[in-house]
């Protein structure tokens, strides 16, 4: 199904010939983006692939714009992101867009990641897709961290003494790890100074992974909310007109809603400690991560309490990072056959239920350990756990599917009405492309 | 297999139910622990929504406020004089105002330093030339920077309030908490609370029951030039609206621009909305 292996791409001019016998880069662009056959019947949840890399382009060009005007030292980068703010011309849109950028990033990656899980596209033959792109969320992440400690405000000096601090729970090369990481025994202006080389860095490698991530999808194909593979023409159309257009459209709401929060509540999804300048001297009264961290800080905190030679605090990390190392293996805990939750009746109750678990993570999250609160954390943990480690292995093997179409070109039909539309209706797309 | 499911999803839902009742029930003890103790409450400001401006006057005012009460201990470090024509004032009038402040500068050629008259590409002078002699004459505290406290003091709004505010747009957090900050001495603190030596009982401080600021403002302090009441409140939600300019100087074009953006977003949603319904029309899907 992979439109590589049987290009139609033909070039037009002897200029388009010459340049495809040496270097056929607009070969590689017309079979990927141009003649690549989607399925037919993918919804707005598929669109959020192409909003992601249009998100990471953003954040590209109006970070290396930032970077022009931002002093990375700690003397100076509180004030020099103010100088951003007040006295670069349009400097308050470009760090307003990358600020909220970043969190519709992850908004989208989020959508993103639970339509994999939603519609099981991480099963063979997509298990690498899946895992490469596990390592773009966690690269992410990384950036996200590094750039949120950058402007310098208590919530990135005091954010930073606190995630760098769970490196030190490490037996014996913690201590060294943290010192690795904040450039000394406190966070300062040499942990400044790298996570801003860092930060500046992870974007492209970030981008070396999504291009590694789209060939794997252009290998495999793209799964389908049926989870059936395509089989035949009338299953797909080609990329242009109908994906691109589709995926245009879903950018375009996209960046309506992320402009009403770039333009009205810029700071909504922000911290108000973050417009205090960084002091060593002086803790915040509670210490939050941004909003997208907070399920896993709250999985992080579950943790009170000691285990035999583990002690809260290592309980803690190695649960945290335990709850992003599933995420790797999922495709090997699912044990059903069935890819999509659609034909999966009980899967799909258990996703939801899941999702549920993590908004409650993050609410829980949000909150000062005290009171019911640890024992929700812990609660929603466990439940983290038991979903990837035994609902979704066993489900697989006891739960009884629907009935599944036999392609994706018969659900289609099925869904509208079957016998209401001609067959010709479902040969179209092959007449097109 | 279904019953057992069944059964566990019961389960989950009882759990859930009771641990959520149990968090509605819990909190409540003598000695309070989280600040404020009041909320601030809600006031109206011109530059609130999507079409809101700064009020011209009452910046004015406020700044007037700010040089005459504020300034004596809070420095407003970020604001440059030559920012105040965004106020209404000329570009004389803004030389004149920065002329009023002597200017550490230096040094000069003879290596002494030397005070000059301000300049409009000078930033509001500190009341103390460093944070520990403005630390050791107020208490031990140093008066925060306010160039940013509209932006830096917000109390939390819990949900379901927080999930409105992204549809009524409300950012004004820090101006309702500046106002009711200023406002809210005077009261007689709650039995059981204990009021440190040398601090004021504040329902509306942030960050403990009391603070070392005293009371800033009375009725009749500051002459208004124009015809708008000098009462407290009227006074603190100048300096609010104010200190909201200098914390956030490019709001008027952020809302601006933003609307003209969203225009242009959702005509050009609609064209490639029409485009893809015209692309698909043939295909069922």
Request: charged letters at 15%.
């Amino acid at each position: 199904m992979s439109g590589m292996q049987h290009s139609t791409y033909t070039p037009k001019s002897g200029i388009g010939r010459w340049v495809d016998a040496r270097m056929p880069l607009p070969r590689l662009m017309y079979d990927s983006f141009v003649a690549y056959p989607v399925p037919r019947n993918l919804n707005y949840a598929y669109t959020f692939g192409g909003i992601l890399s249009l998100m990471l382009v953003l954040q590209i060009l109006t970070g290396v714009v930032l970077a022009m005007h931002y002093a990375a030292n700690s003397d100076l980068a509180f004030n020099s992101v103010e100088g951003i703010m007040r006295d670069v011309n349009n400097g308050w849109l470009l760090r307003y867009m990358h600020s909220t950028g970043a969190s519709f990033f992850f908004i989208a990656v989020y959508i993103h990641m639970f339509r994999g899980l939603y519609y099981g596209s991480y099963k063979a033959p997509r298990e690498l897709l899946w895992i490469l792109g596990c390592i773009i969320y966690l690269l992410m992440m990384a950036t996200a961290f590094m750039g949120y400690v950058l402007p310098w405000g208590q919530m990135s000096f005091w954010g930073a003494t606190v995630i760098t601090g769970f490196f030190s729970a490490i037996p014996l090369v913690g201590d060294w790890i943290q010192q690795l990481l904040i450039g000394g025994f406190a966070v300062g202006n040499p942990t400044l100074n790298r996570f801003f080389s860092l930060h500046y860095l992870l974007p492209f490698m970030i981008a070396g992974v999504v291009v590694l991530h789209i060939w794997a999808l252009h290998v495999a194909g793209q799964t389908n909310p049926t989870g059936i593979e395509v089989k035949s023409k009338t299953d797909t159309v080609p990329f242009s007109p109908h994906a691109t257009v589709k995926d245009g459209f879903a950018m375009i709401v996209f960046l309506f809603i992320f402009a009403y929060f770039i333009f009205y509540i810029p700071n909504f999804l922000g911290h108000a400690d973050n417009f205090v300048e960084a002091n060593p001297l002086k803790t915040p009264s509670e210490i939050v991560p941004e909003w997208y961290f907070l399920p896993f800080y709250a999985i992080l905190r579950a943790i009170t309490f000691n285990i035999g030679p583990i002690n809260s605090k290592l309980g803690g990390v190695l649960v945290m990072f335990g709850s992003i190392v599933l995420l790797f293996i999922v495709p090997w805990l699912d044990t059903s056959k069935i890819r999509s939750a659609v034909y999966r009746p009980w899967y799909k109750l258990f996703f939801w239920i899941f999702i549920a678990d993590v908004v409650m993570l993050g609410w829980v999250g949000a909150k000062p350990p005290e009171g019911i609160y640890p024992m929700l954390a812990l609660l929603g943990a466990i439940w983290y756990y038991a979903h990837f480690l035994i609902i979704l292995p066993v489900l697989g093997l006891i739960e009884t599917p629907r009935r599944m179409p036999n392609s994706i070109t018969e659900a289609v039909l099925e869904k509208n009405g079957g016998s209401a539309h001609p067959a010709g209706a479902a040969a179209a797309p092959q007449t097109k492309g | 297999m279904r019953k057992i499911l069944h059964g566990l999803a019961a389960l989950a839902i009882v759990a859930g139910g009771t641990v959520m009742v149990a968090a509605a029930q819990d909190g409540n003890s003598a000695e309070p622990t989280h600040f404020p103790l009041l909320p601030p409450q809600e006031m109206s400001w011109s530059f609130s929504g999507p079409f809101g401006t700064y009020d011209k006057a009452q910046l004015q005012r406020g700044l007037k406020v700010y040089k005459e009460v504020c300034s004596a201990c809070h420095s407003l470090n970020l604001v440059a004089f030559r920012s105040l024509e965004d106020l209404g004032y000329s570009e004389a009038q803004v030389k004149a105002f920065a002329a009023e402040y002597q200017i550490h500068d230096g040094p000069n050629d003879d290596g002494e330093m030397f005070d000059r008259p301000g300049k409009p590409a000078d930033h509001f002078p500190p009341p103390f030339p460093n944070e520990q002699a403005a630390a050791s004459a107020n208490g031990g505290a140093a008066p925060p920077d306010l160039s940013l406290i509209a932006k830096a003091r917000e109390v939390q709004r819990g949900f379901p309030r927080f999930v409105f505010d992204i549809f009524t747009q409300y950012e004004e957090g820090g101006p309702d908490y500046v106002h009711a900050f200023v406002t809210g001495f005077g009261q007689k603190p709650p039995a059981g609370v204990t009021i440190p030596e040398g601090t004021y009982y504040n329902p509306h401080f942030i960050s403990g029951v009391s603070t070392h600021m005293p009371p800033p403002l009375s009725d009749g302090q500051v002459a208004y030039d124009d015809d708008a009441p000098q009462t407290v409140d009227q006074y603190s939600r100048d300096v609010a609206a104010f200190l909201m300019w200098a914390a956030e100087p490019h709001m008027e074009a952020r809302k601006q621009v933003g609307f003209r953006v969203m225009i242009f977003i959702l005509l050009f949603g609609v064209l490639v909305y029409l485009t893809k319904r015209k692309v698909w029309s043939d295909v069922v899907h």
